[in-house]
C-alpha cells in the first residue's frame, strides 16, 4: 500500500513537473519570438501590441475631444439637447478640468513616467513639472458626462463609460495614476451636481 502511494505521489510530481517546464518552454519560447520578430507568433504578437497602443493614445488623447464634438452633433445637428443641457455640460466639463489645473498647481506630484521611465502613449508628453493628481481630462470627461446623466439618462451612460475609458486609458498610458482618474472622477461629478444646483442657465439669463 506504501509503495502504491509512493509510486503515485512520485508519478504525480513528475507530471507536474513536466508540465511546469512545458510551461515556462512554451513562454519563453513566446517571448523570443517577440524579440526576434522572425515568426508569425512574434509578428502577431507586435502587431496587436501596436494595435494596443494605438486605441490606448486615441482613448487617452483624443476621445475626450470626440465627446465634446458628439454634444455638439446632438445639439445643432440631432437636436436631441436643448441649449441649457448643452451649457451645463460644457461649463461642468470646463470648471472641473480648471478645478482639476489648480489643485495640480497646489499639489505637485510627478507622474508614472518621470518617476518609472516609462514612455508615455499619449499624442503630446506632459512637461515633468506638470502634475499628476488628480487627471484633468477625467474631470472633464465625467464632468461632461454627469452633466448629461442629470438631463439625459441613456446618453448620459454612454458618455459616462466613454469617460471611464478616458480615464482607464491615462493610467495605461503612464501619465497617470489610478488615484488620479479617481480624484478627476469625483471632481468632475461634484462640479457638474454643483452646476445643476446653481441653475446655470437662469444667471446667464438674469446677468
Known amino acids: 500500500m506504501r509503495f502504491k502511494i509512493n509510486f503515485l505521489f ?6 507536474l513537473k513536466r508540465e511546469g517546464e512545458a510551461f515556462c518552454n512554451f513562454h519563453t519560447d513566446i517571448l523570443a519570438s517577440i524579440i526576434q520578430g522572425d515568426c ?5 504578437c507586435a502587431r496587436m501590441l501596436f494595435n494596443m497602443n494605438l ?3 486615441f482613448a487617452a488623447s483624443f476621445l475626450l475631444w470626440f465627446m465634446y464634438a458628439g454634444l455638439i452633433i446632438l445639439w445643432l445637428i440631432d437636436g436631441r439637447m436643448k441649449r ?14 480648471l478645478a482639476a489645473e489648480i489643485i495640480k498647481q497646489i499639489f505637485p506630484s510627478f507622474r508614472p513616467f518621470v518617476t518609472d521611465g516609462q514612455t508615455p502613449l499619449t499624442l503630446t508628453i506632459p512637461g515633468i ?13 465625467f464632468g461632461l458626462a454627469s452633466s448629461l446623466w442629470l438631463h439625459k439618462r ?5 458618455y459616462l463609460f466613454l469617460a471611464l475609458a478616458v480615464g482607464a486609458a491615462r493610467v495605461l498610458a503612464h501619465v497617470h495614476y489610478p488615484v488620479d482618474i479617481l480624484g478627476g472622477a469625483l471632481l468632475g461629478i461634484l462640479t457638474a451636481f454643483a452646476l445643476d444646483k446653481l441653475h446655470l442657465n437662469k444667471l446667464i439669463t438674469n446677468h
Open 10 to 15: 512520485k508519478g504525480g510530481f513528475q507530471a
Open 40 to 44: 508569425r507568433l512574434g509578428k502577431g
Open 55 to 57: 486605441l490606448i493614445t
Open 84 to 97: 441649457e443641457q448643452v451649457l451645463h455640460a460644457l461649463a461642468a466639463g470646463f470648471v472641473a478640468w
Open 129 to 141: 513639472n506638470d502634475g499628476s493628481f488628480p487627471s484633468g481630462h477625467t474631470a472633464a470627461a
Open 154 to 158: 441613456k446618453t448620459g451612460w454612454l
